[in-house]
């Protein structure tokens, strides 16, 4: 059995959403963004089939976008975390390639694309 995880594709409403506020100077300036979300799990659904998969779909809770030094520690934090998850060290410029939008799906230890990448997320966002 394995763990499915996905996000609800609904943002929350007024203070819960930093991105509402950052929307001007986004618009001015379309580029890959650094934010903090907070997920809570909003549905479970597990098949009772011996080796079925458990999906769980988490909701956006709040969210908030972080600049300047504010975001250097985040993405260094990001790293820490993520080598700790995954028991790999990350390429060096991991913290300059996620800030300058680095492919989805790219290796972050090599910053590689698979070869079967398709552009296309893993996860659904419903709407």
Not at 42 to 62: N, R
Not at 105 to 125: K, Y
Request: with cysteine; glycine share 10%.
């Amino acid at each position: 059995m394995s763990v499915i995880a996905s996000i609800m594709g609904r943002l929350p409403h007024a203070d819960q959403n930093g991105l509402a506020t950052a929307a001007p100077e986004i618009l001015a300036d379309p580029r890959p963004v650094t934010a903090i979300v907070v997920l809570r799990p909003k549905k479970i659904e597990t098949d009772l089939d011996a080796d079925s998969d458990t999906k769980v779909k988490f909701e956006i809770v709040h969210v908030e976008i972080v600049g300047g030094s504010d975001e250097q520690f985040v993405l260094s934090t990001l790293r820490g975390v993520c080598e700790r998850r995954t028991g790999v060290q990350m390429m060096d410029g991991f913290e300059e390639a996620l800030r300058s939008g680095i492919q989805l799906g790219a290796d972050l230890r090599t910053g590689e694309l698979p070869e079967d990448h398709d552009g296309e997320t893993d996860g659904d966002a419903d709407q």
